[in-house]
């Protein structure tokens, strides 16, 4: 994001106009604003850059009057999500503080058709970066709002993966959403059931322990962490495009996996082909070690369940390894290799996800012991 009175690279140019505090509106149903003590499940991303969303919409009001919208109704939405509004506690303890300052909302102005962007299938990720904020040291969350002098808004935001993984993340968007679309007014029947941020519902012994060797391991000068900021990816110089399948490819890939006695999901159907087709256009010998990463809700597999209206990460990391070459073999059996190691794992995950709870401290993906090809989400 460029700063105010700046241009940005991306698109032919983007200058921010404004930038405001929000704050969340204190109702009578806003929680106390305590010290949150993060999780194992927090922490585990202790390490990761600001994640980063944009929402494109082709059809919107002028910037000034959607912006007046979306600052009224995001300051009720985080009146039930406070931990956004927070930041991380200046302590040798992973916690989110609250000291009263809200979140930074900019507004932009982009010049040109927002449809330059959003009718492509190949991602202009230079053009996408400059409509994301970036995400202040310490701070968990940033939104910024982009006009187009062609029409259309832009709505991106960053936020710390240590406050929220992505179920999370989205039920505070969807919340903000029906907020402002009811026009900034907090209904009884918009506000839902209360958000649960009480990490201490998690039952694992070993837990703190746990978190205090992930700091070790993945952010050993922490917390000065959260005196550095970086909203940029490492990974920008990749190529990123959208791939549709339809539900005709989706049963096709079921129907190929024919040596499986269980029936396959949609899920592991399509990740299985991801693996599959990443192998082969890394031309890898058959004899080399490749790993599949996804990451499992653990919410309703936890003893007992969180439910779904805790809010924070709980999402463990799984690995499937397997060779090359039995993943590639034709006529089906290679997808089906695929399918049946990835179901059970999800197995796995089913039925105690806390078991290996040991493994999940790796320093470094090369620990894993292979060549790391996806990663995805199983709910």
Aim: proline letters at 6%; a negative charge; hydrophobic letters at 40%.
């Amino acid at each position: 994001m460029a700063s105010p009175g700046e241009t940005s690279g991306g698109l032919d140019r983007i200058r921010v106009t404004n930038v405001t505090r929000v704050c969340p509106e204190i109702t009578s149903t806003t929680p106390q604003p305590n010290l949150i003590k993060l999780s194992f499940f927090d922490v585990l991303w202790v390490g990761m850059p600001p994640m980063t969303r944009l929402l494109l919409y082709p059809s919107a009001p002028p910037l000034r009057s959607a912006s007046h919208s979306l600052i009224s109704s995001l300051s009720l939405a985080l009146s039930r999500f406070l931990p956004l509004s927070g930041s991380l506690a200046a302590s040798d303890e992973a916690e989110i503080a609250f000291s009263g300052d809200g979140i930074a909302f900019s507004e932009a102005e982009a010049e040109g058709d927002i449809g330059r962007i959003a009718n492509h299938d190949v991602y202009d990720w230079e053009a996408f970066r400059s409509l994301v904020p970036d995400l202040e040291a310490g701070e968990l969350l940033a939104v910024q709002v982009t006009g187009f002098t062609g029409g259309g808004l832009a709505l991106g935001f960053a936020f710390s993966h240590l406050a929220a993984d992505g179920r999370s993340i989205w039920s505070f968007v969807e919340s903000w959403a029906k907020i402002c679309r009811a026009d900034g007014v907090m209904k009884p029947e918009l506000a839902g059931a209360a958000v649960v941020f009480d990490r201490s519902l998690i039952v694992c012994p070993s837990g703190d322990s746990i978190s205090r060797q992930f700091i070790k391991c993945l952010a050993p000068s922490y917390p000065l962490l959260r005196r550095h900021t970086s909203s940029t990816d490492a990974s920008a110089d990749l190529s990123r495009k959208t791939f549709v399948l339809t539900s005709g490819n989706i049963k096709s890939l079921k129907e190929r996996a024919t040596s499986i006695p269980t029936k396959v999901s949609t899920f592991v159907a399509i990740v299985s082909h991801i693996w599959i087709t990443a192998i082969q256009a890394r031309k890898l010998n058959h004899e080399d070690t490749t790993i599949l990463i996804f990451n499992a809700d653990c919410r309703d597999r936890l003893q007992p369940p969180l439910g779904p209206n805790f809010f924070g990460n709980c999402v463990k990391v799984c690995t499937v390894k397997a060779v090359s070459g039995e993943l590639i073999k034709g006529g089906g059996h290679g997808l089906s290799f695929a399918c049946m190691a990835l179901q059970e794992e999800i197995r796995k995950v089913g039925e105690n996800p806390l078991e290996d709870l040991e493994r999940w401290v790796m320093c470094s993906p090369g620990e894993l012991g292979g060549r790391i090809f996806a990663t995805c989400e199983v709910t």
